[in-house]
């Protein structure tokens, strides 16, 4: 029998360790890996939320998301609903990220490793699947 998924801000946070390669390609549906746990993580992903924290507050966790092509999906801030930052890190070479930043009204701003501007994450999602 299987647990039904949780919404994505209500899951746990799991800090055990994980590599790279333990990171799933899919979405896990049950907890959050936090980049905290990665023990590969660039420290620019570390900071992805510092500027999304409230005055003089804790910047948001930064939650694991999926594979997405050669890219790792990581998202500072919740699923919806206020400001988040989402970062794809180029699994193989790991100093290689492009960030999206999503604001509470759904409208965004990032550029994709094509090199173009975005201001939909879904087209920015494409621009990651058609440039691994």
Known sequence: MTTPALPA?????????????????????????PATAWLEAP????????????DGGTPPPIAY????????????GPAKGADARYAAVDATALDRMFTFR???????????????AHTRFRTWKEDLRDHP
Do not use: Q
Request: charged share 25%; no cysteine.
């Open 9 to 33: 801000d209500d899951r746990p946070y799991d800090h055990t360790p994980v590599t790279t390669d333990d990171l799933p390609p899919t979405p896990t549906r049950d907890r959050n890996i």
């Open 43 to 54: 420290a620019a992903l570390l900071a992805l939320g510092d500027d999304l924290a409230p």
């Open 65 to 76: 998301k999926r594979r997405l092509a050669g890219w790792l999906l990581w998202r500072a």
């Open 102 to 116: 999503l604001f509470p009204d759904g409208s965004g701003d990032g550029i994709g490793p094509s090199g173009a």
